[in-house]
């Protein structure tokens, strides 16, 4: 598996057309609030053109893609954070995705209601960014009840665990997120334990009619920039339509292209998405697949090693790693070798995005 994103906003923002336009599920959209009451899922594999081009060294081998999965959350409403609406059922959720989509409504359409009755899409950033910060304010105020507790006990590290995670406390309680806030040391272990909803990366996603952008969409982008995020415009009910319509990849190709469209949105979510949580791809082919594989930027050859399996890590003795573009080139990882550019790497060797790697373990 890739990443998972997480579409949430304010009822009627459009987040299953949106969800719809992505993974091409057909998930139900009505004109009215929590028509979506149980998430939905959806799985997409991640096109990447570098992962075709190893494949057709190996055409005996099954290609594998990494995978990047949606989930449709229930609408949010003003007071989720106590409940209101379906705000406990979204906020259980929220926690469990990698990086929050949060769909903005900037279409007008009469036949489908706006919950606070106009068109105001920063009012509405607002609203979901105030319910996530007030849900994080009342779990971190328990944790520092604990940690309160704590520092009355012989735990010398107590007192500076509290002062650090009062820090974050005070900060979210003043409306600033804790992805915009630097993390102590100190209580990165705990900032992991409760998983706080204002630290998943953000991106926006601005849904407008087909006609294209507009003034909403122009103003949800502005604002991202000033706040340091990205911003998406799709065409949700078009692109919806087409993933619906179209048979294959060719004919979408050929949709998109009528309406002067050049990609599908999953496309530039999929960057964004890689940018926003720090995430590269190596390949292998060992065995009966090639196959394409997510991690951080960061992550050390055991380290993604373990994601193909545990073993890998704890026996891990050293990674080849070569360039796919070499490897092509030399058409067979036996003209590669036979050249010397296979790189042999231990266990500090850092992954990079686009590395193809075989590990060897004891």
């Known amino acids: 598996m890739g990443f998972t994103c997480g579409l949430v906003g304010l009822p009627n923002a459009g987040k299953s057309t949106i969800f719809n336009a992505l993974s091409g599920a057909g998930a139900r959209v009505e004109a009215y609030p929590f028509c979506t009451i149980e998430a939905n899922m959806g799985t997409v594999p991640v096109p990447d053109a570098r992962l075709d081009r190893l494949a057709a060294l190996f055409p005996e081998k099954k290609r594998v893609p990494t995978h990047l999965e949606f989930i449709d959350i229930a609408g949010l409403v003003q007071g989720a954070s106590g409940g209101e609406g379906m705000g406990n059922q979204f906020l259980s959720e929220i926690r469990s995705v990698d990086a929050i989509l949060h769909v903005v409504r900037c279409f007008a359409d009469q036949n489908v209601a706006h919950v606070a009755g106009d068109l105001d899409p920063i009012r509405d950033i607002?609203?979901?960014?105030?319910?996530?910060?007030?849900?994080?304010?009342?779990?971190?105020?328990?944790?520092?009840?604990?940690?309160?507790?704590?520092?009355?006990?012989?735990?010398?590290?107590?007192?500076?665990?509290?002062?650090?995670?009062?820090?974050?406390?005070?900060?979210?309680?003043?409306?600033?997120?804790?992805?915009?806030?630097?993390?102590?040391?100190?209580?990165?272990?705990?900032?992991?334990?409760?998983?706080?909803?204002?630290?998943?990366?953000?991106?926006?996603?601005?849904?407008?009619?087909?006609?294209?952008?507009?003034?909403?969409?122009?103003?949800?982008?502005?604002?991202?920039?000033?706040?340091?995020?990205?911003?998406?415009?799709?065409?949700?009910?078009?692109?919806?339509?087409?993933?619906?319509?179209?048979?294959?990849?060719?004919?979408?190709?050929?949709?998109?292209?009528?309406?002067?469209?050049?990609?599908?949105?999953?496309?530039?979510?999929?960057?964004?998405?890689?940018?926003?949580?720090?995430?590269?791809?190596?390949?292998?082919?060992?065995?009966?697949?090639?196959?394409?594989?997510?991690?951080?930027?960061?992550?050390?050859?055991?380290?993604?090693g373990g994601r193909i399996h545990s073993d890998f890590a704890e026996r891990f003795v050293l990674a080849e790693v070569m360039d796919l573009d070499e490897l092509v080139a030399a058409g067979s990882e036996h003209a590669l070798r036979e050249a010397g550019r296979i790189t042999r790497a231990g266990r500090d060797y850092v992954v990079r995005d686009g590395d193809v790697i075989h590990f060897i373990c004891a």
């Open 126 to 304: 607002e609203v979901v960014e105030t319910e996530l910060l007030l849900k994080d304010l009342e779990t971190m105020t328990r944790v520092r009840e604990r940690l309160v507790r704590e520092t009355k006990g012989p735990d010398r590290r107590a007192p500076a665990r509290l002062a650090a995670w009062e820090k974050l406390l005070n900060a979210v309680a003043e409306g600033i997120p804790l992805r915009d806030q630097e993390i102590p040391h100190e209580v990165e272990d705990l900032v992991r334990e409760v998983s706080p909803l204002s630290i998943k990366p953000l991106i926006y996603v601005a849904n407008v009619d087909d006609s294209g952008g507009n003034e909403h969409s122009r103003r949800v982008v502005e604002y991202a920039k000033r706040t340091g995020k990205e911003a998406i415009v799709i065409r949700g009910r078009l692109e919806a339509e087409i993933a619906e319509a179209a048979g294959s990849d060719e004919e979408r190709r050929a949709f998109l292209a009528e309406w002067g469209l050049s990609e599908t949105s999953l496309a530039k979510l999929i960057r964004a998405g890689y940018r926003a949580l720090d995430l590269v791809t190596f390949f292998t082919f060992a065995g009966p697949e090639v196959r394409a594989w997510t991690v951080r930027k960061g992550t050390t050859a055991p380290q993604a």
